[in-house]
Each structure stands twice: as structure tokens, then as C-alpha cells.
């Protein structure tokens, strides 16, 4: 099954939830996803696993969220990284009532959605990708 590994950061003005950053897994097949928390070190979060498998309702649409929603919030993501013009807002996505801003993804994702992965993160990413897979 294919799955779209999406990183994202969680939105917020409460000081102890600011830099909470998450590895969102989306499953192509059945629209369910999931999110998990990695550890941060001196943070005080434990991680693991932060929202089930399920299949979630984007506010966007009332319906199940898409890829292609996924897929607008990682370009939108991709053009603020290049320091191109894009809207506020346009790279994030919520979920159950929480804000989530987009700043990166694995190779498969960038792939699947026909994009390239923005300079500044080229030379970093096989480690973090390395890294995913052993948390998922």
C-alpha cells in the first residue's frame, strides 16, 4: 500500500505547544491517516502515536480529507521554502480542529505530487527520511 509521509507543525499561540512538530502518514488507498509525535529532546514530550488511523473530515470540504488537499499545503509549502509568493494560509491543513503548517515531506510524497524538494532541504532529507521510517 502506498502511504504519503507528510511533516508538519503544529499552528499556535500557546507557548508550551509552539515547535510541536508531527509525521503525518496518509494511506492512498483508503484516505485514513495518522499522526505521530517524534521525540524532541528537552521539550518534556514523550512522543508516539498523536491521532489514530482513521479517516477525518477536512474542514475545508465536509468531507474525507483528500491527497489533493494534502498535496495544495505541501506546494504552497514548497513555494514559501523557494521564497516565492504564496497566500497565508495556503500551506496548512487542519484536522480535528487544529491548525498544521506543512514544511516538508519524504521523497515519495514529492514524487507523487510532481514536485521538487526546495533547495535548503535537499542535503538534509535522506537522514530525516531514514528517520521516519524507523518511527512508522
Known sequence: DKMLHIRIELVTSVPQEIGRR???????SDQSLAL?????????????????????????????????????????????????????????????RRR?????ADDFTFEFFGLQRPEAQAVTNSRIDGIFKMIV
Open 22 to 28: 508531527f509525521d503525518l502518514a496518509y494511506q492512498l
Open 100 to 104: 498544521f503548517r506543512v514544511y516538508n
Open 36 to 96: 505521530f509525535e517524534p521525540v524532541q529532546r528537552n521539550t518534556g514530550i514523550q512522543g508516539g502515536k498523536f491521532l489514530e488511523r482513521g479517516i477525518y473530515q477536512s474542514a475545508v470540504t465536509g468531507v474525507a480529507i483528500h491527497e489533493d488537499e494534502l498535496g495544495a499545503a505541501l506546494r504552497a509549502a514548497v513555494a514559501r521554502l523557494n521564497h516565492a509568493a504564496f497566500s497565508a494560509g495556503d500551506d496548512e491543513i487542519e484536522i480535528l
